[in-house]
């Protein structure tokens, strides 16, 4: 009964109660589709070989679109064609494995550095942080290594360096945020970058020096950011010379780079290069959503541990080649496509750390010259990260549900991962390496999908709540309105009385206790304590239009005689 005295009887009473509902159910949109995919408590996995490669140099090149560098370039003013990037291309063509990298939405900076180095796409909560940064602590690359050393912008570096489980192991070498004027001439960034590592290598010269022995060690990282092509892509478009123009600097730059490292280790041969790019730009020097030129990357690879891309037969066409990429006359070379958090396994098994433990990324062994041993062994690793992660996300939901679903296809007494995995084993020790891949491929496909299964799992009861709010909305909100002003009653009488229920307060009883059970549902699960807020407003609604059924008797009523 208390609950039909709640009944607004004024326009400012429905007002206050519809402001209030649209401001909470605003917030379900972030419980929702914003929560982080992120769990913790896993336990890291690494190959129990010799890694092919002592340390790894990461360029990353801000805004490059895949087609700007692999494709030829003609020069309409002196009439002549060449390549932008002859440096990289050469690799391609002599030492590199190579394709393109497919980003997903949104592609911007952030989470494309997050996907290539930490393995795991967009972290959706990372809205409440303006996307500028993670609010859930995430593994990487550069945090399982024994050190980083990062070289860029101040956009980028610190959130690898925040989220580093010791903050000592990542060093960041940047340049004021005022250097980056989207007015200007972006290459200078670029400059910056390449100077400043020049100097890094002067300084680690010197024999015997902390930072000499330092870059002696194994499983250690150079990141190198490069934001000049973005910076140009926005202020000249990705056709402009300065767009174009920074292609050619980073390419000689890189090639400058590689000199250096070369040098400094006495082409030891332990080296190994990724190139790759966070998002392309489209035409209008804008990227963000899905278009092919802002999801498709370039990803180059090459040194140590890498598989060398032999040209196939002339007059032939390698595989992976596409209507995209024949303009660039390296038909003869086998384009191997990834997806672009697959480059965090691949810099990880390369170099021999574990792989950052909330990666979602597939092993691309095509771009592994190893063993087959060693690329059995690297995808039965990637295997056990990835299955790690759904056994925590399982165990959580577990934990907490009142009515746990498990995910059926992982609980197949014949299929099951336990099952799976002796497979897999037992391939790998009787010399089936062949199979072991191709089991492991099926476990890491069957451990993701299980992975968005529980990413989803409160989705339906969450928009069923929602919905059920939003209609009793309506409904509660078109019950005044015909009451207030299409039914009105002479003065004195109340149309409180007349058009409630003589059942109002068992239909109020039942209405609290519904809630009640949702709450109790809700505190089981330790659910957000928007849920509450959420359950709330349905129940209320919903109460308050049984309370009026005869007022709903009237209006068909008259509905009836009016046809």
């Not at 997903?104 to 180095?117: D, K, L, M, Q, Y």
């Amino acid at each position: 009964l208390s609950i039909a005295k709640m009944i607004p009887a004024t326009r400012n009473g429905l007002l206050l109660i519809g402001v209030l509902f649209h401001l909470v159910y605003l917030l379900s949109i972030f419980d929702i589709y914003f929560r982080s995919p992120l769990v913790h408590g896993m336990t890291p996995h690494r190959i129990p070989l010799r890694a092919p490669a002592k340390r790894l140099v990461l360029f990353v090149a801000d805004g490059l679109r895949a087609d700007k560098i692999f494709e030829p370039y003609h020069n309409e003013t002196t009439g002549t064609t060449d390549e932008l990037a002859p440096f990289l291309l050469n690799k391609v063509r002599t030492q590199a494995s190579w394709g393109v990298s497919h980003t997903r939405v949104p592609t911007e900076s952030r989470p494309g550095h997050v996907a290539a180095i930490a393995g795991f796409y967009e972290d959706v909560s990372a809205v409440t942080k303006g996307w500028k940064m993670n609010p859930v602590e995430f593994d990487s690359v550069f945090n399982e290594s024994r050190h980083t050393w990062s070289f860029g912008s101040p956009d980028i570096l610190p959130m690898f360096a925040h989220g580093a489980s010791d903050k000592s192991k990542v060093d960041t070498f940047m340049y004021p945020p005022e250097f980056e004027d989207f007015s200007g001439n972006g290459d200078r960034l670029d400059t910056w970058v390449f100077d400043e590592a020049d100097r890094f290598f002067d300084r680690a010269a010197a024999p015997g020096s902390e930072l000499n022995q330092m870059m002696h060690q194994d499983q250690i990282v150079f990141f190198f950011h490069l934001l000049g092509i973005d910076t140009n892509g926005h202020g000249f478009k990705p056709y402009s010379p300065e767009y174009l123009n920074n292609i050619r600097h980073v390419d000689r730059g890189i090639k400058h780079l590689v000199e250096r490292f070369e040098q400094f280790y006495g082409d030891d041969g332990e080296t190994a290069y990724v190139f790759t790019a966070d998002h392309g730009m489209n035409d209008r020097g804008a990227h963000g959503d899905g278009h092919p030129d802002n999801t498709r990357t370039p990803l180059i690879a090459w040194g140590a541990g890498v598989a060398r891309t032999l040209p196939v037969a002339s007059g032939l066409i390698a595989p992976g080649h596409t209507d995209f990429s024949r303009p660039w006359n390296l038909d003869a070379y086998e384009r191997k496509d990834v997806n672009q958090a697959d480059i965090a396994p691949l810099m990880a098994s390369l170099v021999g750390i574990p792989l950052p433990l909330n990666s979602v990324g597939t092993l691309p062994l095509t771009y592994l010259n190893a063993t087959e041993e060693f690329r059995a062994r690297a995808a039965l690793v990637n295997a056990l990260q990835v299955l790690e992660q759904y056994r925590v996300k399982h165990d959580q939901k577990k934990q907490t549900e009142m009515f746990f679903k498990p995910y059926a296809p992982m609980h197949q007494p014949t299929n099951s991962p336990d099952h799976i995995l002796a497979r897999i084993r037992q391939a790998i020790d009787s010399r089936q390496y062949a199979q072991a891949e191709a089991d492991c491929s099926s476990l890491i496909s069957l451990c993701l999908e299980g992975l968005r299964y529980f990413q989803r799992y409160d989705w339906l009861l969450l928009r069923s709540i929602v919905s059920a709010g939003y209609l009793g909305w309506i409904v509660y909100s078109l019950l005044f309105i015909f009451k207030k002003y299409v039914l009105p009653l002479g003065s004195g009488v109340s149309s409180n009385d007349v058009y409630r229920s003589s059942s109002s307060a068992i239909i109020g009883f039942v209405g609290c206790l519904a809630f009640i059970a949702f709450a109790a549902m809700f505190y089981r699960q330790r659910s957000p304590a928007m849920y509450y807020a959420y359950a709330a407003f349905p129940a209320y609604f919903w109460t308050e239009i049984a309370q009026q059924l005869p007022l709903i008797q009237r209006i068909m009523a008259d509905y009836m005689r009016a046809s």
